[in-house]
DNA sequence: AATGCATCTGCAATAAATTGCAATAACAAG
DNA sequence: CTTGTTATTGCAATTTATTGCAGATGCATT
């Protein structure tokens, strides 16, 4: 079974109605293979198809994230990211000049999120999260000036 | 010499001009001792003194950034805070459900960052960053539903 | 297949951060 | 101290995410 074919059902047996918007919204995020934005959710649903309001794409990404099977990703400046569950959890590195961003296995961090759990009581959701820095290319532009 | 009069100072050293509004934006954060967020520096500078616009506020905080002379972490959700670079760098710890931010020695991440920046070249900026996760408080609150 | 109801969508209004521009004021030089 | 330059401010407009509500629609039941 496809994997949106998957979230879709999730999604059924837990109460919730599916429409035409949900399909198109889940086929496109789960279709990518990548995080997206809300906005590039949007554009290409718009392209695929009828019109459809930006609301609903939001809702709809809030709706799945809160039942499990989305992760959010909030990379700072406004900018958040979207992707299915099957995506494995792993952090982002974001560059602060350029805003590239680079995913890194959340395997690395295990360690240090078991030490705060141990030391704070604080429980890491380790997808949800985004490192900033300087990117190696933008290091390079840097040094070069 | 306080602590507000340095960052002051370096401010008008980088050629950048010294007006009221600035010196109250500067006193409020130095003095306050925490991480604040652009509105809530904008109501201690108008509770204390005459009128001044929220987006100098903003344009004076994105300075300081610029400057180097404090950090800007994105909490996510919309929530960025402040802080002059007296505060040492560290990490801050967010709960989803409560809100509440725990602040955590950078010095912790050390190991982890220079791996990243072996394997990755990307340099971490260790002020910035906050990680999403749950509270001891909301995990009991949590499980005694 | 038809029906009823609760959920969902689209629209419009709202909230919040950012930006352009004209007026103001800091401050270096004389 | 006065003056001129130009960075800075305040206002208003803009952009972007969120929310309330009325109408539309999925879907369980009959």
Redesign the pocket.
Known sequence: MPHCRTLIEA??QR????????EMVIETIAHSGRHM???EVYEEVQARS???????I???L??LVEEGLASRADLG????VYATIRHGPHIHLVCRQCGAVTDVEAELFKPLFEYICAHYGFICSPQHFAIHGLCAACQQATSNE
């Open positions: 999604l059924h109460g919730h109605r599916i429409t035409p918007q949900r934005t809300a906005e009828r019109a459809i309001n930006i609301a609903t939001y809702r709809t809030d709706l400046g406004g900018r958040v």
